[in-house]
């Protein structure tokens, strides 16, 4: 019985800790103990006290759909009847129509259709007294045994390690603790390995760091286990070398192209820890302009290091990413594994000085625009980039990203206040 | 001008009572959300009856029985001690029987288990300073497998957890009254701390 504050609320302040109240339920609660614990100075408190009944069967494991008969046998000594007991799952009282008295100190429910277990340490079966005290309990595992994991898909990064991921069969709702290991072993001879670094990558995946031979096939395979049994996968054969990705492009850099408003010239650096193998590499650019999620695709960039964009908005922020794919290392003849993408790089294209079909403005009114447009840069750079001696056209573009965002959150806090 | 080298040792009793009662707090708001997050992953009801669970320290005092401080804080010692080794038995239950999917749950009752030890280790040096020996402690032997059903574990780790909120609550009403005791028996010292 508890009589001190529930360990649920917030913390007492010092204040309501050692009040009155709170010492007062302490006393209460000493009232109710017979613990002579707290002053002594050897304490044994690890004992237990003698079972006061035993469910049968204890912590069974069932498949769902299945049904079981349990019983609740009370210690004689106690001098309960049977009829003086009832049953709860996971807290809820079972209905007595389900009960039946075996002897006089024995008592059985019976459970038909059972789901899968509701939490994953099992369903709480519990034999209580008619006061409510619990005499017994035991856990079921309701759940289903696995399935065959499939799609097994790796992949190696730089050629150093080896990550591999995997479908639970049944999107792996089993109800019960199921355990997934990954093993290895080279094709021809050795021993299996078993993977040790799980969910690496997802749920279902694992990575394995090092030790690993090139030129030689492994064979792999996910081995699926729980309370009602064993799963095998289909073993995947794969070489290293046909599994390659690398890491996204580096140095990536977007810039004007002259006063070409409608262009972006794109440039990257190859994936360095891959420049002492012999690879091709194929890449791909995507890019967005800056208040659209959507992104397009530019995938006939072939193994240039550099690639132009046309057709772009004039005045117009740009993100771009850039990704590669390494293929044929050492004369491997599978399609590589796609990098991810770059971090996105911004740029502005030029604006157009004409709007098509608008009338010139006058000169005077341009001039206005163009004037107060500068006097807010030039203070943007005092700003932002005093001392910076080298002012070029990406200074200007660094600007008009902080302009278009500095633009947008206005526009938010606008509408916010709206 | 004060430039005392070394604090005087009221005022040394003083900080460290303060530092324990701030770790109390600190584990007692950490104990309550962890009961929230124990009792949803293991079924249970708060409410549920647990006078069947034994070898759980109570927070109880036995009425009329005044104690000296050196009782009082080596009742306190004894009560950390158990629950760091009963954490440390809720812990590996956890991952080996009931939850052994749950890292981030076990990581909150490892960070639980490691503020107990500090919060040992500062009652020690609480004694020691003091001038009282530590009381002896004879760890209980690593638990024999298949001792608890499954459903005992679930039950004993929830008692753990109860008692050692109320542990943290009868720690912090006993070390402020170490602290008045220290304060009325020696130099006055800022007692903020302990009146907030």
Redesign the interface.
């Known amino acids: 019985m508890l009589l001190l504050d529930a360990p649920g609320n917030t913390e007492c302040p010092a204040q309501d800790i050692c009040d009155s109240r709170a010492l007062s339920s302490i006393t209460r609660y000493m009232a109710n103990t017979d613990n002579p614990g707290c002053g002594s100075t050897v304490l044994s408190w690890v004992s237990l006290t003698g079972n006061p009944a035993v469910i049968s069967p204890q912590d069974p494991t069932l498949v769902i759909g299945s049904s079981l008969t349990a019983t609740c046998s009370v210690n004689s000594d106690l001098h309960l009847k049977a009829e003086d007991l009832y049953w709860t799952l996971n807290g809820r009282r079972l209905p007595p129509e389900s009960y039946k008295v075996l002897n006089g100190t024995t008592l059985s429910v019976a459970l038909a259709n059972l789901n899968g277990s509701r939490q994953q340490s099992g369903d709480n079966l519990v034999c209580h007294s008619r006061d409510g005290s619990i005499l017994a309990g035991s856990c079921l595992y309701v759940g289903l045994p696995p399935e065959k994991p499939g799609n097994i898909t790796c992949w190696s990064k730089n050629m150093k390690d080896l990550t591999c991921q995997w479908a639970p069969g049944t999107d792996g709702e089993t109800y019960l603790h199921t355990n997934y290991t990954l093993k290895y072993k080279l094709r021809w001879y050795g021993r299996d390995n078993t993977c040790q670094e799980y969910r690496t990558a997802g749920q279902y995946s694992c990575h394995i760091p090092k030790d690993l031979a090139l030129f030689t096939p492994y064979e792999i395979w996910v081995e699926a286990s729980n309370r009602l049994g064993v799963a095998v996968s289909e073993v995947v054969m794969l070489d290293i070398l046909d599994v390659v990705t690398t890491d996204p492009p580096a140095d990536v850099t977007v810039s004007r192209v002259g006063d070409l408003e409608d262009q972006l010239s794109v440039r990257w650096s190859s994936p360095p820890a891959l420049k002492d193998f012999l690879f091709q590499a194929k890449y791909q650019i995507q890019y967005r302009v800056e208040d659209s999620s959507e992104w397009k695709v530019v995938d006939d960039v072939g193994n240039q290091t550099s690639c132009r964009l046309a057709g772009l908005r004039p005045g117009t922020v740009y993100f771009v990413q850039v990704r590669c794919n390494p293929f044929g290392i050492y004369g491997s003849k599978k399609a590589g594994i796609w990098s991810d993408w770059s971090n996105p790089t911004a740029a502005s294209t030029p604006r157009s000085d004409r709007v098509p079909g608008v009338c010139d403005p006058k000169s005077g009114e341009q001039n206005t625009t163009l004037r107060r447009e500068l006097k807010q840069f030039f203070g943007w750079v005092k700003k932002h980039a005093y001392g910076c001696s080298n002012l070029s056209i990406k200074l200007y573009d660094q600007w008009r990203v902080w302009l278009q965002k500095s633009h947008k959150t206005r526009n938010q806090v606008g509408a916010t206040r709206r | 001008m004060a430039s005392a080298e070394q604090s005087p040792v009221p005022l040394q009793h003083h900080n460290l009572c303060s530092r324990i009662?701030l770790l109390a707090?600190k584990i007692?708001?950490d104990?309550?959300s962890l009961?929230?997050s124990y009792v949803?992953?293991?079924?249970?009801?708060?409410t549920?009856?647990l006078?069947?669970v034994?070898?759980?320290?109570?927070?109880?005092?036995?009425?009329g029985?005044e104690?000296t401080v050196a009782?009082q804080l080596?009742?306190n010692l004894?009560?950390y001690r158990?629950f760091q080794?009963l954490l440390g038995e809720v812990l590996e239950e956890q991952r080996s029987h009931?939850?052994?999917?749950?890292t981030d749950f076990h990581a909150s009752i490892q960070a639980v288990l490691l503020q107990v030890a500090a919060l040992a280790y500062q009652l020690e040096e609480l004694l020691a300073l003091l001038g009282h020996s530590r009381?002896?402690?004879?760890a209980?032997g690593p638990e024999a497998p298949g001792?608890?059903?499954?459903?005992?574990m679930?039950?004993r780790g929830l008692k753990v957890?109860?008692e050692l909120?109320?542990w943290t609550?009868?720690s912090?009403?006993d070390l402020?009254q170490v602290a008045m005791h220290s304060q009325g028996s020696g130099t006055a010292a800022p007692d903020s701390q302990?009146?907030?």
């Open positions: 009662i707090r007692r708001s104990v309550a009961l929230e949803e992953r293991q079924g249970l009801d708060r549920i009856s006078d069947s034994d070898g759980v320290p109570v927070a109880a005092v036995e009425q029985g104690l009782e080596g009742a004894q009560a158990a080794a009931l939850t052994p999917l749950d009381p002896a402690w004879e209980a001792r608890h059903s499954l459903f005992e679930k039950l957890l109860q909120a109320h609550v009868r912090v009403r402020r302990f009146s907030a």
